[in-house]
T-cell receptor
Framework: AQKITQTQPGMFVQEKEAVTLDCTYD???????LFWYKQPSSGEMIFLIY??????QNATEGRYSLNFQKARKSANLVISASQLGDSAMYFCAMKGGTGGSYIPTFGRGTSLIVHP | GAVVSQHPSWVICKSGTSVKIECRSLDFQATTMFWYRQFPKQSLMLMATSNEGSKATYEQGVEKDKFLINHASLTLSTLTVTSAHPEDSSFYIC?????????????FGPGTRLTVL
């Protein structure tokens, strides 16, 4: 079965600093996709960034970048120049992997608090 | 990007009543939609996979008769919480992928906050 692990229940970062949110995954299938979502207190799930298992380069989207370490099975999210509005829950998710499931598996999430 | 709407955004009901939540894909067709339940400070828990034109696939431990799912068209799935009780109070989120490959994005509705008194 697919498994996503986020070991940081909570993270604090000072405004304008960079922060890394950890995510490791477990699969034996070579084809999979990794996603990061942001969930503010309003509850909506906001897609941030996607990394395919065959992508040669790390994904980047504005201030978000994904540090993809395939051999270590890690897909850490890096947020540069943190803003107060970045305070939210962040979820790592995987699709594909063992069994080729198209149903995403979510990690437990990391609560990020950005303070002035 | 694609949009998924969800209605209502919040609902308060009395114990014993039924509540229907609608999930619509506004600009794409979704043969499959997912229903999640989320408790405060926790992750999304998949309840069921809704399939257009066929029965939903429920996850282990989810009561089919309590959480009725109907995927009537390629753009609409509904979740009905029957005979709701206070323990059913939660945040319910639907999502629809724009394809069934690993790289296809998952689009989420804004969620429905259910409070059962």
């Amino acid at each position: 079965a697919q498994k996503i692990t986020q070991t940081q229940p909570g993270m604090f970062v000072q405004e304008k600093e960079a922060v890394t949110l950890d995510c490791t995954y477990d699969t034996s299938d070579p084809s999979y996709g990794l996603f990061w979502y942001k969930q503010p207190s309003s509850g909506e799930m906001i897609f941030l960034i996607y990394q395919g298992s065959y992508d040669q380069q790390n994904a980047t989207e504005g201030r978000y970048s994904l540090n993809f370490q395939k051999a270590r099975k890690s897909a850490n999210l890096v947020i540069s120049a943190s803003q107060l509005g970045d305070s939210a829950m962040y979820f790592c998710a995987m699709k594909g992997g063992t069994g080729g499931s198209y149903i995403p598996t979510f990690g437990r999430g990391t609560s990020l608090i950005v303070h002035p | 990007g694609a949009v998924v709407s969800q209605h209502p955004s919040w609902v308060i009901c009395k114990s014993g009543t039924s509540v229907k939540i609608e999930c619509r894909s506004l600009d794409f067709q979704a043969t499959t939609m997912f229903w999640y339940r989320q408790f405060p400070k926790q992750s999304l828990m998949l309840m069921a996979t809704s399939n257009e034109g066929s029965k939903a696939t429920y996850e282990q431990g989810v009561e089919k008769d309590k959480f009725l799912i109907n995927h009537a068209s390629l753009t609409l799935s509904t979740l009905t919480v029957t005979s709701a009780h206070p323990e059913d109070s939660s945040f319910y989120i639907c999502s629809a992928p724009n394809g069934l490959e690993a790289y296809n994005e998952q689009f989420f509705g804004p969620g429905t906050r259910l409070t059962v008194l």
